[in-house]
């Protein structure tokens, strides 16, 4: 089965400091997913790109597909308190339940 | 408009006892799904479910777990004779059409369920 490969798996910054964070996976998939994830919640979905080489910002998180299908990454500039969570991305392939396989997060600490 | 609702928020059971967890989509949604998500992993599918049918149940153990999504209420994940390795925190999401590209899938605040 396809296998994403997230990093890096923690991160320990200063506030205002930018985060890159990415995915990689060993196939192809369709959509690319970033969701962030607050103790003791669900996760949230942050940006979905839908073609590779797509660039798309949400505020301060820009999020690309990677031109080979195969990989994401999601940065973070200016970080605040707030940015703290659990950054997870998924990767979804057309056809059959498009079910998301998802990554096993990182883990973003933001020090005042 | 409320969002996915699971409960209990927190479930504690003894080995052997059985698991009844509850997830409510979010209004207009007929599309739930089920994850499951042990310390310091990302979520692993279990199963999808539109009502009344069971659309793909492929992440699911096939003994002792079973889920429904009846025609009325609440989706229910049902664990039965739990044993340790079944603690986890187990997500609902809901989408309100079927999976597919362009398809968000809104998740509840999940279950932490812990067996002794």
């Known amino acids: 089965g396809q296998q994403l490969n997230q990093s890096p798996q923690s991160m320990f910054i200063q506030e205002g400091e930018d985060v890159s964070m990415n995915c990689t996976s060993s196939s192809i998939f369709n959509t690319w997913l970033w969701y962030k994830q607050d103790p003791g919640e669900g996760p949230v979905l942050l940006i979905a790109l839908y073609k590779a080489g797509e660039l798309t910002s949400n505020g301060r998180l820009t999020a690309q597909f990677g031109i080979t299908r195969k990989d994401s990454f999601l940065n973070i500039s200016a970080s605040i308190p707030s940015d703290v969570g659990i950054y997870f991305c998924a990767g979804q392939l057309s056809g059959g339940s498009y079910i998301p396989t998802f990554g096993r997060g990182t883990s973003l600490i933001v020090h005042p | 408009n409320a969002g996915v609702m699971q409960n209990p928020r927190h479930l504690v059971r003894r080995r052997g006892q059985e698991a009844r967890l509850r997830c409510s989509p979010m209004k207009g949604h007929s599309h739930v799904y089920w994850y499951r998500q042990l310390p310091e992993e990302g979520l692993k599918f279990m199963v999808y479910l539109q009502k009344e049918n069971i659309i793909d149940e492929s992440g699911m153990p096939k003994e002792r777990f079973s889920a429904e999504f009846p025609k009325e209420g609440p989706s229910i994940l049902r664990i039965q004779q739990v044993v340790r390795g079944d603690s986890a925190a187990y997500f609902c999401?809901?989408?309100?059409?079927?999976?597919?590209?362009?398809?968000?899938?809104?998740f509840g605040p999940g279950t932490r369920l812990t067996v002794l």
């Open positions: 999401a809901s989408s309100p059409i079927a999976a597919g590209d362009y398809n968000e899938q809104f």
